[in-house]
């Protein structure tokens, strides 16, 4: 689209004035894309000029005053009009711009002003336009930055929400501009997630299409220490119970329970792990007596939409639960489906002692070492022995079974696939439609090798219950090591966007960092693996594909002591996923990780 006369825009005047609306976009690392490739970034910002800005400038009634290859200079009578012009650029320029790679993305970023102007030929000028300039540098990548009048304008007008960064000093501008950066809710994909968690664009997590819930751990207000297993399995039981329903997002515990002991902003939160809605509570625990509170939070309003009280005697805590879940359930429609009212209702235990011992094993198997594994199964055992009708102590059970190899390397794949699937089977006889008791049917086929029944196993746990990370997981793997790794990174990224702090978080990485490999993409292995090793020191199975991509990329001296390094941390490891091919792993892969090890120097 031509670029209009300036002075059609503010009158024939050069010294005539207009109230307007200044909205300036200018394009992210534009000298390093063209530096990478610059007819094929030139090639796709016209196409995003036909397909998505001009279009959407024209229907918002907007008007281009200046451009200058990688920047637009566009004026608005309407203050609405500009913002939801900007909005829809940013929400749509990812999704036109197509599957590229992080490093080659095309962003915008775009900062809105509204005043006076002064038109002088094509040209225009005043402080509305400059501080809509500086304010675009203010924003993160694919972001919105407005002044407080902009936002005083729109905020009960259009959905949006806004983060307040303060009172910014800019460039060349004379007093403090108040600003704000736009919260609207885009199109979740995979791309959005993966710049946000994998790449940390500091970009809030979109909102999922659906209702979404993050259930904090309950407070334990017993004043007995001992009763904390007591009171985060009463949350946990209700993140399940919540997490069975297809129409909801339900934020996996580990991650939820990230703010357990600490006064917590509501909205903080929500953002942090991307939910519009909280739940949080309480559990005081007395003699035979039970009181729970909860209260359901709507992060966006800050309203409490429902919140109650239960006193029970201490055998019908899980009378309790169900009643809090549903009520949670009905209080965040018309969104959840009339039928998601019915959920289907996992079995209570009969006996609250083998629930205790259940919970108290999970606690042990989420500190990750081979000695808390051995803590756990000795815990699911006991919780097997007192209650032989309670399905999740025979998970938990074959969990600590397979961990042995698939994490720790202290059981041979073997022996470790035909133990778990002797406890997950018991599982199944008790509840066929168990989708944690699928996920880890899942684990056992991998660990024989037969993955065919592993996607199988894995697809009917995801049919059952969308929401489980641990099943996401379990399938990224599944894909990356099977030579599928941009479908495996997908299912990873949806991994991290359910669970982004909890037990899988981890190993999750481990499948992102495996994907750029065997995609060959070396530089996003080490660019992805710092930031990792930040986060998670001391997790030792993807050292190897970042030393390997270090090999590949030539820098033998960086990849020969990150090699040193690594088999000083972990000896035990380093030794087990180097020696054997696992059997989920593609033998050609497993070659291809070995030759960037050889060339960071690996001892054969």
């Given at each position: 689209m031509s670029g209009s006369n300036a002075s059609d825009l503010i009158g024939?005047?050069?010294?005539?004035?207009?109230?307007?609306?200044?909205?300036?976009?200018?394009?992210?690392?534009?000298?390093?894309?063209?530096?990478?490739?610059d007819a094929g970034t030139l090639e796709r910002l016209r196409t995003l000029r036909r397909e998505v800005i001009d279009p959407a400038i024209?229907?918002?009634?907007?008007?281009?005053?200046?451009?200058?290859?990688?920047?637009?200079?566009?004026?608005?009578?309407?203050?609405?009009?500009a913002v939801r012009c900007a909005v829809k650029v940013q929400e749509h320029v990812p999704i036109h711009d197509g599957d590229q790679p992080p490093d080659r993305a095309i962003r915008f970023r775009i900062g809105i002003n509204i005043g006076d102007a002064i038109a002088d030929g094509t040209d225009l000028h005043g402080d509305s336009?400059?501080?809509?300039?500086?304010?675009?540098?203010?924003?993160?990548?694919?972001?919105?930055?407005?002044?407080?009048?902009?936002?005083?304008?729109?905020?009960?007008?259009?959905?949006l929400t806004f983060e307040e960064l303060g009172a910014l000093s800019l460039k060349n501008i004379a007093r403090p501009v108040e600003a704000f950066v736009v919260r609207c809710d885009p199109p979740v994909t995979s791309?959005?997630?993966?710049?946000?968690?994998?790449?940390?664009?500091?970009?809030?997590?979109?909102?999922?299409?659906?209702?979404?819930?993050?259930?904090?751990?309950?407070?334990?207000?017993?004043?007995?220490?001992?009763?904390?297993?007591?009171?985060?399995?009463?949350?946990?039981?209700?993140?399940?119970?919540?997490?069975?329903?297809?129409?909801?997002?339900?934020?996996?515990?580990?991650?939820?329970?990230?703010?357990?002991?600490?006064?917590?902003?509501?909205?903080?939160?929500?953002?942090?792990?991307?939910?519009?809605?909280?739940?949080?509570?309480?559990?005081?625990?007395?003699?035979?007596?039970?009181?729970?509170i909860a209260q359901l939070v709507d992060a966006g309003s800050s309203n409490h939409i429902w919140a109650d009280r239960y006193d029970r005697a201490i055998q019908d805590v899980f009378a309790v639960q169900d009643e809090i879940t549903t009520a949670v359930v009905i209080a965040i429609q018309p969104a959840v489906a009339e039928a998601e009212h019915r959920r289907v209702l996992r079995k209570s235990p009969s006996n609250l002692n083998a629930w205790e011992t259940y919970q108290q094993g999970l606690w042990y198997l989420a500190k990750g070492t081979p000695a808390d594994n051995q803590q756990a199964r000795n815990l699911f055992q006991q919780g097997a022995a007192l209650d032989r009708s309670f399905a999740s102590s025979f998970i938990g059970l074959a969990r600590t079974y397979a961990w042995d190899a698939f994490f720790h390397g202290i059981r041979t794949y073997a022996e470790a696939a035909k133990l778990t699937e002797r406890e997950v089977r018991r599982a199944l006889t008790l509840d066929q439609d168990d989708p944690e008791a699928h996920t880890v049917l899942a684990e056992a086929f991998a660990l024989s090798?037969?993955?065919?029944?592993?996607?199988?196993?894995?697809?009917?746990?995801?049919?059952?219950?969308?929401?489980?990370?641990?099943?996401?997981?379990?399938?990224?793997?599944?894909?990356?090591?099977?030579?599928?790794?941009?479908?495996?990174?997908?299912?990873?990224?949806?991994?991290?966007?359910?669970?982004?702090?909890g037990l899988f978080?981890?190993?999750?990485?481990?499948?992102?960092?495996?994907?750029?490999?065997?995609?060959?993409?070396?530089?996003?292995?080490?660019?992805?693996?710092?930031?990792?090793?930040?986060?998670?020191?001391?997790?030792?199975?993807?050292?190897?594909?970042?030393?390997?991509?270090?090999?590949?990329?030539?820098?033998?001296?960086?990849?020969?002591?990150?090699?040193?390094?690594?088999?000083?941390?972990?000896?035990?490891?380093?030794?087990?996923?180097?020696s054997t091919c696992p059997p989920w792993m593609r033998p050609e892969d497993h070659e291809h990780m070995l030759d960037g090890l050889r060339k960071a120097r690996w001892p054969d």
């Open positions: 024939k005047s050069p010294d005539r004035r207009k109230l307007i609306a200044v909205v300036y976009a200018d394009m992210v690392g534009y000298s390093r894309l063209i530096g990478l490739d024209d229907e918002h009634g907007g008007r281009i005053v200046q451009t200058g290859g990688d920047s637009l200079l566009i004026v608005f009578d309407s203050i609405d009009g336009v400059n501080v809509a300039v500086r304010l675009q540098a203010e924003c993160p990548p694919a972001g919105i930055c407005v002044t407080r009048p902009v936002r005083d304008h729109v905020q009960d007008r259009l959905n791309e959005s997630v993966e710049c946000s968690l994998v790449h940390g664009t500091n970009v809030g997590l979109p909102l999922p299409d659906k209702p979404s819930i993050a259930v904090l751990a309950f407070t334990n207000m017993s004043g007995d220490p001992e009763q904390e297993y007591f009171s985060d399995g009463i949350a946990d039981e209700i993140i399940t119970e919540l997490s069975r329903s297809r129409s909801l997002f339900v934020i996996a515990r580990n991650s939820s329970f990230t703010y357990k002991g600490r006064a917590v902003d509501i909205k903080q939160v929500a953002r942090e792990l991307g939910v519009r809605y909280v739940l949080e509570g309480s559990v005081r625990r007395s003699s035979d007596r039970v009181r729970v090798g037969d993955m065919s029944a592993a996607m199988v196993a894995i697809e009917r746990g995801l049919d059952l219950n969308r929401n489980s990370a641990e099943a996401h997981w379990q399938k990224a793997a599944f894909l990356t090591y099977g030579g599928r790794p941009t479908e495996g990174r997908r299912e990873a990224l949806t991994t991290l966007r359910l669970n982004p702090r978080s981890p190993v999750t990485w481990g499948v992102i960092i495996a994907s750029y490999y065997f995609e060959r993409d070396y530089a996003g292995v080490v660019e992805v693996g710092r930031r990792f090793l930040i986060d998670y020191p001391h997790y030792a199975r993807p050292r190897r594909f970042i030393i390997a991509a270090l090999g590949q990329l030539g820098r033998q001296e960086e990849a020969a002591a990150a090699l040193r390094q690594w088999m000083t941390d972990a000896p035990i490891v380093s030794k087990f996923v180097v």
